[in-house]
Nanobody
Framework: QVQLVESGGGSVQAGGSLRLSCEAS????????MGWFRQAPGKEREGVAT???????NYADSVKGRFTISQDRSDNMVYLQMNSLTPEDTGIYYC??????????????????WGQGAVVIVSS
């Protein structure tokens, strides 16, 4: 059974940093594309960053230069390093996977597997 489990959420003041982790299990082969989405209160889920098996990355404009997605495929782990956080980054962060990355990351409807979410709260 495929499972994605996030960890590392929490509360931080504006300007601070957090690192999210996602462990994938149950795959017979490592998913071609893994990514991070987030959902702020009252808003739709939006893509944050994706990374493919070759290490190619894609970022939402709102996080470019502040967030970094990385992976350790040998351990089926994906990470999201978040720096210079602002209150607008507050939300539930979800790990997601699909067979192949899409240009510009794709929407939530393009992803087949999801984690349970990790809460990130950034206070001003």
């Amino acid at each position: 059974q495929v499972q994605l489990v996030e960890s590392g959420g929490g509360s931080v003041q504006a300007g601070g940093s957090l690192r999210l982790s996602c462990e994938a299990s149950g795959y017979s082969y490592s998913p071609g594309c893994m990514g991070w989405f987030r959902q702020a209160p009252g808003k739709e889920r939006e893509g944050v960053a994706t990374i493919d098996s070759g290490g190619r990355t894609n970022y939402a404009d709102s996080v470019k230069g502040r967030f970094t997605i990385s992976q350790d495929r040998s351990d089926n782990m994906v990470y999201l390093q978040m720096n210079s956080l602002t209150p607008e980054d507050t939300g539930i962060y979800y790990c997601a996977a699909r067979p192949k990355c899409l240009p510009h990351g794709g929407s939530q409807f393009d992803y087949t597997h999801w984690g349970q979410g990790a809460v990130v709260i950034v206070s001003s």
